[in-house]
Structure formats: structure tokens, C-alpha cells
């Protein structure tokens, strides 16, 4: 509780409250928030509650964008400041219902090393067509062959090159992992990339020049204005034949359609997925309009590569630090550019 | 050549006779050989020239042992005295038909950083369920789980431990790809261990305290009479029930019925192999006579982990390296002491 003297006298500044939205159950991570505030579960109040407590709601928690949260429920939370997300990429945030006077923040940075080492479960799984293989081994149709074509078909990354797209928390991690294996190292992002270990790209030639000369391609930007489609007919032409493409960072940022030719026409060329487009709802969807799921060449898993990090604590761990620091008044971290959304 | 001078007169030692047995095809790896053998390939000669040339061949260089090696035909090989296997294992070799002055010598180390890099894609494609996964979604029967559920079913190797059964080539590179992704490591082996990286177990005692405190195990050890069924029943009881085994070893090094009565009681134990018990005429097949292809907790692929190493030309360096020192009389690497095999 915060406890002011003024004058002589104790005055009780009103404990803000601290809103939390999250599918699953791990409640006692917030526990060092209730120095700060009065905590209420999204899933715990019925509809009087929430009237009573939405226009009191300072801070939101919430892991994706809550179902409930339409406009007429947004516009009841009046008090609302500051919204945390539970995520590491925010573009399910429904900016335009949230004020302006809301700030936004994200939990980059908290999923970094769980999904850098799924990004490399998903190269080598796709590379070395472990995925494929089983497959067909179960279907029985696995066609034995030559030890030198299998050996050619299986990929080898000591001595490859793999690129990175959006140089990030996942981004850097995959790049250190990458490296240990011995791969050489682009890097592409928007900001100016110091990291003696890679080679730093930037700008549309940068892209191209990553894109032509990587034998991997790992996707790690964050899905905005700027992102959405990036990876369409063009980039895929200028890329390996041979090439992995894994994408750990949102569908959209790869044109479906484009893909799905490209997936059509390159038998060599593998796309591993953890993230999927959305449906005409706008919800991520694992069953695509297109036949994906019919390509040997296509890896998918369901969006999978980040939950260990809520099981690690790290998620948690981020969401405490960002609301402490809010609670506190001190300078917050991942704050998003809403100009990048909108 | 050699040509010798003695007394003035020159004297052309016959050259050694070197009968190559490879299914593949990358003769010019074996060019340098030229200056110090004739070299004869099993596949281009006709019953007639073999007749001709068996009884002169003094070396063998073969990849698997050759169909054709019957008794007879390895009876006819009189000035046989050296066997230099392409393989790394050599327990595919009729060790009853080599009379005992002929050296063998296996190809350990050509394949090392290639098994490895397909063992820990085994580990990832397992641990973070994406054969699995994948499989699912393909049979639409995937089912969206809540995130802390999801995070629980994907393993982060981070800080894990990782056990290594058998501390040579592969196993090494195996451990040493782990530790950059902060596995703590174990490592079991029939010689002492002189590894700071690593804690070092030997003995029944040490082989029991790895399978219980590792999170993935690795097999890599030679399939010997020491080896063969060495995890049968006791030991894959004493494993942590949602434990990772890794078999780049031979299959046979695991015992085929505990192995799946194991899985069928373990859904949360993964069973990741590369290598695979032999039919009833002692080739390793890829259709196994208990139904693991159809557990979702079975991972195969083709004994295709080593065959990059062909492409990658270490095989063949290896080979040329091994057979150089025999032909210039220098000590031999890798000389297979027969006893633990027959």
C-alpha cells in the first residue's frame, strides 16, 4: 500500500488495480504485484463485477488479446494507463480501441532462448528431412537409396550460412546457437546491428543479398505494417533452391499464396512453420485454405515454440519486472510504437 | 610405382592389388591411391577378371560387406591382408571369413560431427515434439491445448542433462554440440574419460547413474558382443519417464521387445532412432516386425545420418588417409580388435 505523510497526516493513495487476462493458471508469479496493487482474474469476475471494476482498471495483463475485450467493454475501463502483454509480438492488440493515453507494452525479450532452440529443432528437423522420413517410413513408402543421393538430400550446417531476419532477442539467440554449429551468420534489421559475431545487412539490397546467399533463412521480425507480406514471389525467387525458410515469427509475414507456389515447384526447398495465417476471423488458423499439410516440403507445428518459456517462469519473470517498474514509476522496457501497428 | 635399385639393377616391385567395394559413386577420391596400388572395382569386373584378380588383392576397401563376399569368393582373396572398412561401425563384416593375418580397420571419426549434428536433430525433432506435432496437424487431429499445457509437452534443452553412452568420435561431438546449448553432460565410455567438459562414469554403476539423472540419452557406441542389448528392460526402467533415448548407434545395441513394451507404457518417454534391428536375414530393416511406426512416441529415420559425410568428402579422406599409411607401412588408425566381435 502506498502510504503518503503530508502535513502530519497518513494519506492512503488509492491502490490501483491491476486487470489480469491468461488462459492458463499460474497465479502465484504475481504475487510480488500485490505490494503494489489489487489484483483481479479476468476469468473470475461475473458480468456485476465487471461493471464495477472495469472503469477502476488501471493496468491490464493479458496473455493475447481477450476475447471479451470489444469495444464496449474497452471503453468501460476509463481509468486504464497502461496495458502489458503477455506476448512477445502485440499484433493481436486491438490498437485501435485502446486510447492513446495507453501505453503499450510487449514481453520481447522473455521468449528469446526457447524459440531460438525450436527455430534450430526446425532446421535441422527440416534439413535433415527427419520429418519426412518418418513419414514415410510409417506410410510405407520409404524407397531405399544410393548412399551418396541420401547423403546429398540430408543437410550438413557446419560451413552453411544462415540469415536472420529481425535481429531481436530470437533473432540474436538463434545467431548464437547457429554459430556453434559453425554456421556463418547474416543478420538483417532495422536498427544498426553491433555484434562482431555476424555480418550485418541492411535496407531492401541487404535483404536481397541475405536472402540470395543463405542456406537458411530464420524469420524473427515482429509482424507490422513494415513485415506483413515480406517474404513474397520475389524474395522467394532470389532464395537457394535447396533453401529452409522457418518462420518463428507470425504467418503473415510470408504471402500464403506465394509460398504455396514456391512449396509447389521447389521440391528441395523447405518451409518449417511454428506460426500459421489467420482464418477470415482473424485467428490463427492450423488447418490453411491452401493444401500445405499435403507438401512433403512443409513443416508445421502449432505455434508451439514459445509456451515452455511460461513453464521456464521467464514469461512471468518479464511480466513482473515491466509491471514493477510501471508501479514504481521507473522507465519501462519494450514499450510499443503503436505508428508501427495502426 | 616402386622401383628399387639393388646392385645397379632396377627392380620394379609388383604392385599391391586394391579391390574397392563402394556403392557409390566418387572414384576420384581414391586418385591418390593410384601412385601406390592398382585399383580394381568390384562392381566393373566380370566373373572372368574376378577369377584373375581375387587371388592377387591384397587390399579391401569396402562400404558394408559386399553381397558377393561369400566364402568362397573371400576364400580366393589368398594375398589378402588388409580390410579398410568405409563405415564407421564394422559389425556388418563376416568376420569368420577373414583369416586372422588380415587387419581390419574401421572408418571411426569420418562421420563424427555429421551423426552428431543428426543426433541432436533427433533430441530437438523429439523433445519439442515436431514429428509429432507435424503428423497431427497433417491428420487434422491436432488439438489446440492451453499454453501452460503446451509449454509442459515441449522440452528446453537449456540446463538439461544429456547422456552420452559410448565416448568416441560421435559420442564427443555429440557432447560438445550439447554443451552450447547449456546441457550439462555425462559421459559414459569403456576408457577413462579425460574431459573437463564432461563428468566422466564407467562401470555398471556409472552406466546406471547416467540413465538416471539424463534427460536424453545418446547412443553411440560400436554394436559389439559387449554392447549388443546393453538397454534391455532394468535399464530403460531406471530412465526418467519422459526422458529422450537417441540411438545413432545400431539397433541392436537396444533390446527390441522391452524397447517397445517401454514406449507403449511411456507415452511421455520418446524413442529417437536412426538405426534399426535387422530382419530375419540379419539386414537392417526399416519395417520392424513390432508395430513402432505406429506409436506416436517413436521417431525413425533411415540410417541417414552418416551419408553426409560422403558428400562432405570426409569419408573419403578418411579412407585414403588410413589406406596411405598401410601402403607407406606407417601405423594404422582405427585397427578393429576382432575379439569383441566375433
Not at 502510504?3 to 492458463?24: D, N, T, W
Request: aromatic residues 10%; proline residues 4%; positive net charge.
Amino acid at each position: 500500500m502506498n502510504i503518503f505523510r503530508i502535513a502530519g497526516f497518513e494519506m492512503r493513495k488509492r491502490r490501483p488495480i491491476l486487470l489480469v487476462a491468461q488462459s492458463y493458471n499460474r497465479r502465484e508469479e504475481l504475487d510480488p504485484l500485490k505490494r503494489y496493487a489489487d489484483i483481479y482474474w479476468l476469468q473470475d469476475l461475473d458480468e456485476g463485477e465487471r461493471a464495477r471494476v472495469l472503469p477502476q482498471v488501471e493496468v491490464v495483463c493479458s496473455h493475447g488479446w481477450p476475447k471479451s475485450f470489444d469495444r464496449e467493454t474497452v471503453s468501460k475501463m476509463r481509468s486504464l494507463r497502461f496495458f502489458q502483454a503477455g506476448n512477445a509480438g502485440v499484433n493481436s492488440i486491438r490498437f485501435d480501441l485502446l486510447d492513446k493515453k495507453v501505453v503499450i507494452c510487449s514481453n520481447a525479450g522473455s521468449y528469446s532462448d526457447e524459440v531460438a532452440e525450436f527455430a534450430i529443432g526446425l532446421m535441422l528437423a527440416a534439413g535433415k528431412r527427419i520429418v519426412s522420413f518418418d513419414r514415410q517410413l510409417r506410410a510405407g513408402v520409404y524407397a531405399r537409396q544410393r548412399l551418396d543421393d541420401l547423403g546429398r538430400r540430408v543437410a550438413y550446417f557446419r560451413g552453411k550460412t544462415l540469415g536472420v531476419v529481425g535481429y531481436g532477442g530470437i533473432g540474436r539467440a538463434t545467431a548464437r546457437m547457429a554459430k556453434v554449429f559453425g554456421m556463418d551468420v547474416l543478420a538483417f534489421g532495422r536498427h544498426p546491428i553491433k555484434d562482431g559475431e555476424v555480418r550485418p545487412l541492411s535496407g531492401r539490397e541487404g535483404l536481397s543479398r541475405l536472402l540470395k546467399e543463405s542456406d537458411v533463412v530464420v524469420l524473427a521480425v515482429p509482424l507490422t505494417k513494415a513485415t506483413k507480406g515480406m517474404i513474397g514471389k520475389k524474395e522467394l525467387a532470389v532464395m537457394k533452391s535447396n533453401a529452409v525458410l522457418i518462420n518463428v515469427a507470425r504467418g503473415e509475414v510470408v504471402e500464403k499464396e506465394a509460398m504455396y507456389a514456391h512449396l509447389s515447384t521447389n521440391p528441395d526447398f523447405a518451409y518449417a512453420t511454428d506460426v500459421w495465417w489467420p482464418d477470415k476471423g482473424g485467428v490463427e488458423s492450423f488447418s490453411p485454405d491452401l493444401p500445405f499439410l499435403e507438401l512433403d516440403n512443409f513443416i508445421g507445428s502449432p505455434h508451439a515454440s514459445g509456451p515452455s518459456a511460461i513453464i521456464s517462469g521467464r514469461v512471468g519473470k518479464g511480466i513482473v519486472e515491466n509491471l514493477t517498474r510501471y508501479f514504481k514509476g521507473l522507465p519501462l522496457k519494450n514499450v510499443v510504437d503503436r505508428s508501427e501497428y495502426i
